[in-house]
């Protein structure tokens, strides 16, 4: 299985402003999604990072609030842009790996904007 | 439109028992089926996962049963364990190349002593 860390692990923001959010995995991987949980709420896949090209975003979802950077198989980054309160949530980066295909996951970043 | 549904927000079982989650979809191009375990501050951590070409996959105390026809899958935990509380969601794909998982809203175990 894939080892994946994320950076910060919780903030706490003030609406207006911008978070970045790292993702890191041991091994390189094609696919890199990022998701969301919103309290109470199931995971929502924000969109697919790809490497070499800019990210698939899913139906309500765009490039001007999550931008989505992949410079290379084993880093992307998200950044939650122009923050407002209905921003809190928990921001997911999962991969694909292993002969089996499975999607696995980080840790989270808890995001709280005031 | 919900595509992967879990009907029951929360599940309460005494320890050494059985802990059945239930899992609905509604996609038929779906043919991989995952399910996640979370803890509070943590991801979700993979469990065990069935292809739709098999009806039972197990792995230890974890059974899942895949119904295609009836398009529903569940997971069994026996004997179940304090351990095993946590958020379990149920996730599916269409196993195609950039096809990522579609979520249920999870079921919350929580296993008693």
């Known amino acids: 299985s894939a080892v994946i860390s994320q950076k910060p692990s919780r903030d706490i923001c003030q609406r207006g402003t911008s978070l970045t959010i790292q993702c890191q995995v041991d091994?390189?991987?094609?696919?890199m999604f990022w998701y969301r949980q919103q309290p109470g709420q199931s995971l929502t896949l924000i969109a697919t990072?790809?490497?070499?090209?800019?990210?698939?975003?899913e139906s309500g979802f765009v490039i001007d609030k999550f931008p989505i950077s992949r410079p290379n198989l084993t880093f992307s980054t998200l950044t939650v842009s122009n923050m407002s309160p209905e921003d809190s949530s928990i921001y997911l980066c999962?991969?694909?790996?292993?002969?089996?295909?499975?999607?696995?996951f980080g840790p989270g970043t808890r995001l709280l904007v005031l | 439109d919900q595509q992967v549904k879990q009907n029951s927000p929360s599940l309460s079982v005494q320890e050494g028992r059985i802990s059945i989650l239930n899992c609905d979809y509604t996609?038929?191009?779906?043919?991989?089926f995952l399910w996640y375990k979370k803890y509070p501050a943590e991801g979700p951590t993979f469990l065990i996962s069935?292809?739709?070409?098999?009806d039972k996959n197990e792995d230890g105390r974890f059974t899942v049963f895949l119904n295609k026809s009836a398009k529903h899958l569940s997971l069994h935990i026996v004997p179940s364990q304090p351990g095993d509380s946590a958020v379990y969601f149920c996730?599916?794909?269409?196993?195609?190349?950039?096809?990522?998982?579609?979520f249920g809203k999870g079921t919350t175990l929580s296993v008693s002593s």
């Open positions: 069935i292809s739709s070409i098999k």
């Open positions: 999962s991969v694909v790996s292993g002969a089996l295909e499975t999607q696995y």
């Open positions: 996730a599916a794909k269409a196993n195609q190349a950039g096809t990522a998982l579609i």
């Open positions: 990072a790809n490497q070499g090209s800019e990210a698939t975003y």
């Open positions: 091994s390189q991987v094609t696919m």
């Open positions: 996609n038929s191009m779906f043919d991989y």
